[in-house]
């Protein structure tokens, strides 16, 4: 069964700053993607990014990007230029291929706070 | 985010109370998801809808009912609940299969569940 795994369970950071939150994961499978959700006090969960296992580029998405070792099944989110609306819990998440249907599988999550 | 939306947003029952929710997507998706949040748990997936067929029953208690009318419709049923069903209940949809982008969970607010 697939588990992923968040080691830290709370992480700072100052306003302006680079935070980056690890996530790594256990599969068999070749074919699978990887998300990082956020979930601010509201309680919406909210894609942050997404990356395809057989991509080898990293995917960006504005402040936020990804280092993505498939070797090593790590995951990690980087936050550039940290804003005080980054605090959330943050989670990853994994999503086997086609043949291992739509189940996502979540980490436990990393509670980020930023500091003004 | 207006794409999923869930109600109602808190529910109070007691124990012997029957109540539902309800959950809506906008987004033109086959796929629809009952998620169970806990305090200090990882999400846990529920039920898993596809093209209107329950397709996964991760062995939630029978007291929990799901049920999916159409596409864009899901309900989750409740029925003489315990105190440690408490929790937040979210609602997600993708498109089934397919890439990244289409089969991405798209989340609802969820529904602050506290049974008494």
Redesign the interface.
């Known amino acids: 069964a697939q588990t992923v795994t968040q080691s830290q369970p709370e992480m700072s950071v100052q306003e302006a700053e680079t935070v980056t939150l690890s996530c790594t994961y256990d599969t068999s499978e070749s074919d699978y993607y990887l998300f990082w959700y956020k979930q601010p006090p509201s309680r919406q969960m909210i894609l942050v990014i997404r990356q395809e296992a057989y991509k080898q580029q990293n995917a960006t998405e504005n402040r936020f990007s990804v280092n993505f070792q498939k070797a090593a099944k790590s995951f990690s989110l980087k936050i550039s230029d940290s804003q005080l609306g980054d605090a959330a819990m943050y989670f990853c998440a994994y999503r086997g291929g086609e043949t291992s249907g739509s189940r996502l599988t979540f980490g436990e999550g990393t509670q980020l706070t930023v500091n003004p | 985010?207006t794409g999923v939306t869930q109600t109602p947003r808190h529910l109070v029952m007691g124990m012997t109370n029957k109540k539902s929710l309800k959950c809506e997507q906008h987004l033109g998706h086959n796929?629809m998801?009952w998620y169970k949040q806990s305090a200090?748990?990882?999400?846990e997936?529920m039920f898993?809808y596809?093209l209107e067929e329950r397709?996964?029953n991760n062995s939630v208690p029978s007291r929990f009912s799901p049920e999916c009318p159409n596409s864009s419709h899901l309900f989750l049923h409740l029925h003489t609940l315990q105190p440690e069903d408490s929790a937040?209940y979210?609602c997600?949809s993708?498109q089934?299969?397919g890439?990244?982008l289409t089969?991405?969970?798209?989340?609802?607010?969820?529904t602050?569940l506290t049974v008494l």
Do not use: D, H
């Open positions: 985010e796929a998801y200090k748990k990882p999400l997936l898993v596809s397709v996964e937040l979210l997600a993708s089934k299969g890439q990244l089969n991405t969970q798209y989340f609802g607010p969820g602050r």
